[in-house]
């Protein structure tokens, strides 16, 4: 079967505390709420992953967990140190050595090595914005195959700052409603079945 990835850029960053290095720097507010709906959105795609891969700066780890958490994620998640600050190469060499049981992986990283990976993946000059998700299908059967660009299809892409979060928020909020309805409304069926059977 062939490979999928999910690039993910971390979502918005603060810079409010000037003590803090690059890599302590925590995500905004509009970033965690980015990165919430972003998870939410791969629910809803039925795109969760295997595995999620992250840069372990705190932004990016961050982004991660959220996104993981509002997924429902029961897999893992794994910290990889050189994907701070990487080249599309780190991120390509840390993929060709997951086993092949794997067929889908989320990666969070950094531009503007990301973004360089993205558009090498599909060959077109894109931007990943901050919290944005890129969907590939890699037309590869082996991770080891990463060895070199494969050819990759860009199946989907979203990018959280052309969306109206509250707007989607509240949306998804009416779905969680039917869905909890349509639960509540399965269990009185089977409940009637029950009683018209004895």
Do not use: C
């Not at 690039?7 to 000037?18: I, Q, T, V, Y």
């Not at 509002?70 to 060499?93: C, H, I, Q, T």
């Not at 928020?169 to 039917?178: L, R, V």
Request: aromatic share 6%; no cysteine.
């Amino acid at each position: 079967m062939a490979k999928t990835l999910l690039l993910m850029r971390h979502a918005k960053s603060s810079w409010k505390d000037k003590k803090l290095s690059d890599f302590d720097r925590p995500l905004k507010r509009r970033g965690v709420k980015a990165a919430k709906l972003m998870g939410k959105v791969l629910t809803g795609a039925e795109l969760v992953p295997q595995l999620v891969l992250s840069s372990p700066a705190e932004r990016a780890k961050q982004t991660a967990e959220i996104v993981s958490k509002e997924m429902g994620f029961k897999g893992k998640l794994a910290l990889v140190e050189s994907f701070y600050m990487a080249e599309p190469r780190d991120y390509l060499n840390a993929l060709a050595s997951l086993p092949d049981e794997i067929e889908r992986v989320l990666l969070v990283g950094h531009n503007p090595g990301l973004e360089d990976l993205a558009n090498g993946l599909d060959g077109r000059s894109g931007e990943m914005p901050p919290g944005a998700v890129a969907y590939f299908s890699l037309g590869i059967k082996h991770w080891s195959d990463l060895n070199r660009l494969p050819d990759a299809e860009l199946i989907s892409f979203w990018d959280p700052g052309n969306m109206d979060l509250e707007e989607m928020e509240a949306e998804m909020g009416k779905d969680k409603d039917k869905k909890d309805k349509d639960k509540k409304d399965k269990k009185k069926d089977k409940k009637d079945k029950k009683k018209d059977k004895k």
